[in-house]
């Protein structure tokens, strides 16, 4: 097992981060967002790579953190606005948007990852990481932005988590009461670009999206407040991404995404084979 | 000329086989609302594809077709089973049961097949129709140096084509009012898991050479572009078959031959390249369609 | 009025004196339950038999289950428990060329490729079975059925340009090309002009007196006397069922609604 010296920072780092996911991905469920989560996630790639020649340009180096999550999330959030956008088009839905989207900004990727590829510094190896995640390779400087980027995440999510709640969960009363449903679907999907980016070094780009949906998927199968199934939701992600890293560590070339993937599936279900026969939370 | 017969004809032909194949099938995708669908099944044949390997200890074809068409089918029956189960959306539902297939198949091929399998789990997203060559055989008939690839990629396409014109009736009643067709009687279940049999296998055939990202691309892109355009299900698939060809050749012929321009050495990423072109074709095409009836009106 | 107690025999007409194209009942329901998979049955313990030559309004507010109970009576529903469904005294299976099914209009997608002539012409895929293709027959005879419903005009049109009543025409020539005796439409009057609900509805009478048996979903109560001879009325369970005349009073509508109504018909 490859404990280094910074192990409990990778490991606290991680588990930071599924309950982040757990977290978010509540609301991304309820909104019916799912899939804008899964292109959000491929769609980072066209803007690390651009960040990171960017970077290269510019005699930064290219694999400074800050600097590569920057790049993902700009395309991300262009993509998860493409997609309502797209959807307008007389005929094509929001199906046909969703697709057109991914494979728009994920073929941009591919393309700009064979530029970064042409770059002889061995620094385009940690792009390569960001595809399938790999916490063996994180550095303290990654956790400690992907802590923070956690911690400002939660506490956004905390502040407004009644308006999130009405929004998510019954949209024509939201709006006839006045809350702004616009700007919180906006703010929520800052919030799923936020937690995407943060996922990138932990479970990857293709993967990060399960740790989103699978943990909340899981957790609605519970009965009671939305407070307690946003707090099984965080346990089960956190438990995941945990035993995902601790797996990834000891399984030798096991990538972090697919080890913690795996596990919160066999969460999900376990929780399926639960029987259940009345829906747990009731959504509009 | 040589490089070009020997270069990139063959990774051309690859990229085209798989359009006629995946571009085909995913009229019906699109026709039936699932363009997501695709993108399903192209992530859940991989663990299909590395079982099937692991189980025959060999490379054969028909193994890893078995495989991974099986992964595919049951990904979908799964996903229909747990949407039933949870009552999460159809796409959360999608999500979940793809990635987890998916991250099953990295994890098979990163710890279990890497090597023996020959695939590497960057070339499953990205494709590899930069490394098929045409070399010609030293003895013997010019066919045994064409790449196994586009035997495969040809099968595949044959077996699209044939099956959407022995089905078309069945399957276009099945894309259009689902209920009658299935009240009916003319198209039984049989035939929507036929379907999902065909993309699966088609995926499967594509994905070595040209990635899931541009499997993704043409089960839903063509047929997006040509839906504004299209009287008939017949014309849709031929147009969306043209204007797909016709884009791919282009933007093909753009990431291989414009980093010349600027002194670069290396060619770049043909699948991303074809599969972002395509992309950004579905939306002008609708709004050429929509600038047309404004014109016409 | 008669009150639905128990298994009915015999709609609004005496079968004997109908016209001999159909001699047995062409729809029987006893003791049926259906639902969506939840704990609790949307419909339940229906039970009516449809008359040859009739055309009959199921109605009741919203959510009573209009929809569910013909999806359940077309073995649609994964959730459906009878006594017995019958069509002409036999099974669904045996039967399926007589029954057309003409689903909601908003349940299908109009900008899908096709011309009218195209979705007329599905009415005869069962008949030409796999691997045959639509040929000069099956389109004189989708032909037929648009001039019938009078859209002989617009045959090659594509269904993204027809209007809403004749899309819902497009629907019934489909239901007159597969030479259905049994017509089971759900709201075929929704969201069209009253012109077009005059021009339906002669449709449908016109069938009707060709010895077809109609059953359409319906909801605008005021025009039920004025379209249909006879009317069930369901909420839940079938409170009702007679010639309109019969039901159409204060009484069963305040059951079924929770409420009377005017009666301006």
Known sequence: ?????????????????????????????????????????????????????????????????????????????????????????????????????????????????????????????????????????????????????????????????????????????AKVMGVPVRKLDLALTALLVATVVAGLQVAGIVLVVALILTPAAAARRFRGSLTKITVIAATIGAASAAAGVALSLVVDGLPTGSAMTLVATVFFLLTIARRNNTPPVQVA | MNAFLH????????????????????????????????????????????????????RSVAAMFLGAALAGVGAILLAGWVRARTKTGAAAALGIVFTACFALGVALLETRGARQVDLDPECVLFGSLETLFYVVPAEGSWIAGVPRAIWSLAAAACVALTFTAMFAKELTLLSFDREFARFSGVAPRALERALLIVVSACVVASFEAVGSVLVIAFLACPALIAAPHARSVRGQIALSLAAGAAIATGAYFLAAFAPQLFGARSALNAAGMISAALAAAVPLSHIARSMLNRRRA | MKKITSAQKGGGRDPVNSPQRNSTLPLEVRGLSAGYGGERSVVHDIAFTLAPSTMTALIGPNGAGKSTLLKAILALLPECHAERIAFFGTELSAARARVAYIPQRSAIDWNFPASALDVVAMGLYRKLGFFRRVGRDARETARAALETVGLGAVSTAPISELSGGQQQRVLIARALAQDADLLILDEPFANVDALTEERIAEVLRGLRDRDRTILAVHHDLRSVRRHFHDVMVLNGSLLAKGTAVEVMTDAVLAEAYGFPLERNA
Request: charged content about 10%; glycine content about 12%.
């Open chain 2, 7 to 58: 270069i990139d004809f063959p990774a051309l032909a690859a990229a085209l086989l798989a359009l006629v194949g995946c571009g085909t099938l995913g009229n019906w995708l699109v026709l039936r609302k699932e363009a997501m669908t695709g993108d399903a099944i192209a992530h859940a044949v991989l663990p299909g594809l590395v079982a099937g390997f692991l189980v025959t200890g060999t």
């Open chain 1, 1 to 173: 097992m490859n404990l280094g010296a910074n192990s409990m920072l990778v490991f606290a780092g991680c588990t930071a981060f599924g309950a982040l996911a757990g977290t978010v991905g509540t609301f991304v469920l309820a909104r019916r967002r799912a899939l804008v989560a899964d292109v959000a996630g491929h769609a980072t790639l066209p803007g690390v790579c651009l960040a990171f020649l960017a970077g290269e340009a510019f005699g930064l180096n290219g694999r400074t953190p800050w600097l590569l999550l920057l790049g993902g999330a700009s395309t991300a959030l262009l993509a998860a606005w493409s997609i309502p956008t797209l959807a307008q088009l007389r005929r094509l839905g929001s199906d046909g948007a969703t697709a057109v989207s991914l494979a728009f900004f994920f073929g941009i990727g591919a393309v700009l990852l064979s530029v970064v590829q042409l770059h002889e510094s061995g620094a385009q190896g940690g792009i390569r990481k960001l595809l399938f995640g790999s916490a063996a390779a994180m550095t303290s400087s990654d956790v400690i932005t992907l802590t923070t980027l956690a911690v400002a995440t939660v506490a956004v999510l905390a502040t407004f988590f009644k308006e999130f709640a009405l929004v998510s969960f019954d949209e024509p009363f």
